[in-house]
């Protein structure tokens, strides 16, 4: 049964952010196609999505992979728009930083055309990140927004945590707006901060369990003490204002709020003395990097309101860790 609003799809749909994005949109009446990964060595179970309401009746699963964009096409055959979430991670480098670019660029590319050759597709919406605007080899800035664009070059040199994941988003993200702009395809996208909060897919989110883990000492991120968050259920809400937005253009940066893993310690030793987290004095004698803030300016003049600030980023977390068993 198709739902009122229309058929859409949804790539990566075993995510954390994209499990997310399918929840709200069937809860809002969409009927949704997703893309789940069939390769022997990453293949993904996506059953946790049949829980969600309404997923029996307007939710369907279909395996591709970004290393074949024409295994997208099924699944994008038939929508009005196409949520492209699914993106290569490699924080271990596993493989060489132009290998996984590669792959992204071309798949992302190939999704388009996808989209170009539907004839029904009417915007794309992709999703971009934080580390595609962050890392400019400059002084630390206040706030930054959608005019910062990291720099690959310095990336490539000074090789942060996640170098080559960033610089896969910078580039994909810089191609897929070409893209649209050369193909008169409507393509905007939406660049998250660290996402935080509940997650309904089985395996624990990394951005959720990095925080996690800073909380109790174990210092994730290559040290960053500083970090602009957001809560995994706004950044699902801005992906679909942004389909649904009469008019959006290029990019959106989508951040709530500027952290500090110390003001995170206090909170969590205040509201959870059950556990043991790494004390404020104790973070003051770690050195790291405090990235500069994401303006979500252009996002809010545009309509979209934010529903939830750091508390319940991180009761919403702790609930979730909790009942399946993560802590």
Same mark, same amino acid.
């Given at each position: ?102 792959r992204s660029i071309d798949g992302a590319l190939g ?28 002084e630390e800035e206040v706030i930054l927004d959608e ?7 310095? !990336?490539?040199? &000074?090789? $942060?945590? /996640? ?8 580039? @994909?993200?810089?191609?897929?707006? =070409? ?31 990095a925080t996690l883990n800073f909380i109790f000492g ?24 942004? !389909?649904?937005? &009469?008019? $959006?253009? /290029? ?8 952290? @500090?893993?110390?003001?995170?310690? =206090? ?61």
């Amino acid at each position: 049964m198709e739902g009122s609003k229309g058929r859409v799809c949804v790539t990566g749909g075993a995510g954390f952010i994209a499990s997310s994005i399918i929840e709200t949109l069937l809860l809002n009446g969409y009927s949704v196609n997703t893309t789940v990964r069939s390769h022997p060595e990453y293949e993904e179970d996506p059953s946790f999505l049949y829980n969600i309401d309404g997923a029996s009746q307007r939710l369907q699963v279909f395996n591709a992979d970004l290393s074949n964009s024409e295994s997208f096409n099924g699944a994008i055959e038939g929508c009005i728009g196409v949520f492209h979430v699914a993106t290569p991670v490699d924080f271990e480098l596993g493989e060489p930083e132009e290998v996984l670019t590669k792959r992204s660029i071309d798949g992302a590319l190939g999704i388009l055309k996808a989209c170009l050759n539907s004839k029904t597709v009417k915007r794309v919406v992709y999703t971009s990140s934080a580390s595609a605007v962050t890392y400019n080899g400059k002084e630390e800035e206040v706030i930054l927004d959608e005019n910062s664009w990291s720099d690959v070059n310095y !990336l490539r040199v &000074s090789k $942060p945590f /996640g170098w080559s994941y960033a610089i896969s988003k910078t580039l @994909t993200e810089k191609a897929v707006l =070409e893209f649209g702009e050369q193909n008169g395809l409507d393509v905007v996208t939406l660049i998250p901060a660290l996402v935080f909060g509940p997650f309904i897919c089985p395996k624990l989110p990394s951005s959720v369990g990095a925080t996690l883990n800073f909380i109790f000492g174990k210092c994730p991120f290559g040290l960053v003490l500083q970090i602009p968050m957001v809560h995994v259920d706004d950044v699902a809400r801005a992906h679909i204002f942004l !389909l649904e937005h &009469s008019n $959006p253009k /290029g990019r959106y940066c989508c951040s709530h709020c500027l952290v @500090t893993f110390g003001r995170i310690s =206090e909170l969590f030793s205040a509201k959870y003395p059950e556990f043991q987290p790494l004390i404020v004095d104790s973070l003051k004698q770690i050195e790291g990097t405090k990235l500069s803030d994401l303006s979500s300016k252009k996002l809010i003049d545009a309509g979209f309101v934010f529903k939830y600030g750091l508390e319940e980023m991180l009761d919403d977390a702790i609930q979730c860790c909790k009942e399946k068993d993560y802590l």
